[in-house]
């Protein structure tokens, strides 16, 4: 009967455990929210961007606080979209690295920008993002770029 009562008491423990811990964030999956934000950029169409970041995520960008998402969006990235035919960018690189629920990138490139006046430019740019993971996805709660043109 005491083996009887072990062998109960052992599948009451193992039945009122949680059938699955939460799964430890994949520090890889936090490029797929960046490169959905890249993908924004070069297509010019900030839709649905803002589920992207967290709401009170602060955006850096060549030695300027930008402010949160909302802010940057609608008083710098949306106005300077809409001067551009387009923005292509090339030799992208990316690494993440992770730490618990935060997971930092690092992005190398270079791009192109065709301005509607048919006026091109091109810079050499880096950004780092931290992104944390909060109700199963990745947001991104800062950026920091800066670009410069390239060396010749």
Do not use: C
């Not at 190398?108 to 050499?124: D, F, H, P, S, W």
Request: net charge neutral.
């Amino acid at each position: 009967m005491r083996g009887f009562t072990m062998a109960a008491i052992g599948l009451a423990l193992v039945m009122a455990a949680p059938v699955h811990a939460a799964a430890a964030p994949d520090y890889q999956t936090a490029t797929a929210t960046l490169a959905q934000y890249k993908q924004a950029i070069e297509n010019r169409d900030l839709s649905g961007v803002d589920a992207l970041f967290a709401p009170d995520a602060q955006i850096f960008e060549s030695g300027g606080i930008e402010g949160n998402f909302a802010h940057y969006r609608d008083h710098h990235l949306a106005p300077e979209l809409k001067a551009f035919k387009s923005f292509a960018f090339k030799d992208y690189k990316i690494s993440v690295r992770g730490e618990g629920e935060v997971a930092v990138a690092t992005e190398t490139y270079n791009y192109t920008i065709v301005l509607t006046n048919g006026e091109t430019i091109e810079r050499a740019g880096v950004a780092t993002s931290v992104l944390k993971w909060t109700n199963g996805k990745w947001q991104i709660i800062s950026l920091h770029s800066s670009s410069r043109k390239p060396k010749a």
